[in-house]
């Protein structure tokens, strides 16, 4: 069963810093595409950065130069490392990879982790 658990998630005040990690299982995703999504409170969910399996690289314009996205293949784990953080980034946040599997793509999701940053 493939399952995806992010950790690192909490309060922190507005300009500190957090690190997200997400620890897959059950499958490989070194040739897939891993990213991170958020969802504030009456808000849709969002992507917010993601990684392709070469290294490549895609940030909402929000968190452009604040955060990072990483991944050890090795350790099928993706992270997100967040700095200087606004009250705005307060919501959960979602690990996502998408999978071809039989022909058919597939998303896997994270339970979520929640941050708030407290001004």
């Known amino acids: 069963q493939v399952q995806l658990v992010e950790s690192g998630g909490g309060l922190v005040q507005a300009g500190g810093s957090l690190r997200l990690s997400c620890a897959a299982s059950g499958r490989s995703f070194s040739s897939d595409p891993m990213g991170w999504y958020r969802q504030a409170p009456g808000k849709q969910r969002e992507l917010v950065t993601n990684?392709?399996?070469?290294?490549?690289?895609y940030y909402t314009d929000s968190v452009k130069g604040r955060f990072t996205i990483s991944r050890d293949n090795a350790k099928n784990t993706v992270y997100l490392q967040m700095n200087s953080l606004k009250d705005e980034d307060t919501a959960a946040y979602y690990c996502?990879?998408?999978?071809?599997?039989?022909?058919?793509?597939?998303?896997?999701w994270g339970q979520g982790t929640q941050v708030t940053v407290s001004s």
């Open positions: 990684i392709g399996s070469d290294g490549s690289t």
């Open positions: 996502n990879a998408v999978a071809l599997v039989s022909g058919r793509v597939i998303n896997y």
